[in-house]
């Protein structure tokens, strides 16, 4: 089955630690996406990548890296410098070059802080 | 940042009542609207990609319009049965440049169908 597979569903970050959230894909899409959900707001777009080795900030990178090295492959780092990490993470995916074409999502994960 | 708006935020219906709601999106720069459904435990699903102003899609009982000039989208459910509970979120799309297009999601309308 093609799809987006987010791992792990629930992660827990200490105080000045660094963690990263998996998301792979398996639709040969170009474009991954990575949004953060907070209760009562809408999805808010993180980074931004249209193809491999390249990746773009969306409206709230900062404390966030990303890096894009295979297609599959879209891996989200939440650095310590990312003071309100608690969140629910949606990965997503689509084919690149048109916004005329829906996204696909992962279930997510759900960051707390220990 | 852009504003993208849905009403009612949420809303409770009978079983077989048919209902629609609003997304409201900025008249200018635009590309294309997406509606997504998003069910407790699941992923969001795409349900709708519209393009052109005037445009109307269908899916079963579910149906939306596009108005790009004034700037709303409706959301329609007819004969609402208790599996169309989810929240409904629409996305506003711009180009970004580059060959990029960013979505701009709204808070999304939760649904829930009583039976």
């Known amino acids: ?114 | 940042i852009l504003n993208v708006e849905q009403s009612p935020q949420s809303l409770h219906v009978q079983e077989g009542d048919s209902t629609n709601f609003t997304c409201s999106f900025p008249s200018s720069n635009f590309y294309a609207l997406h509606w997504y459904r998003w069910e407790t435990a699941k992923s969001p699903e795409a349900l709708f990609v519209m393009t052109l102003n005037g445009d109307e899609k269908k899916k079963g009982r579910i149906s939306a319009t596009l108005n790009t000039k004034e700037g709303y989208s409706y959301l329609y459910i007819k004969g609402s049965q208790p599996e169309d509970s989810a929240t409904y979120l629409c996305a506003f799309v711009t180009y970004s440049g580059a060959g990029s297009y960013q979505l701009t999601f709204g808070k999304g309308t939760k649904l829930s169908v009583i039976p």
């Open chain 1, 1 to 114: 089955d093609g799809g987006i597979t987010q791992s792990p569903k629930y992660l827990f970050r200490k105080e000045g630690q660094n963690v990263t959230l998996s998301c792979e894909q398996n639709l040969n899409h170009d474009a991954m996406y990575w949004y953060r959900q907070d209760p009562g707001q809408g999805l808010r777009l993180i980074y931004y990548s249209q193809i491999v080795n390249d990746f773009q900030k969306g409206d709230i990178a900062e404390g966030y890296s990303v890096s894009r090295e295979k297609k599959e492959s879209f891996p989200l780092t939440v650095t310590s410098a990312q003071k309100n990490p608690t969140a629910f993470y949606l990965c997503a995916s689509s084919i690149a070059g048109t916004g005329g074409q829906p996204q696909h999502f992962g279930d997510g994960t759900r960051l707390s802080i220990l």
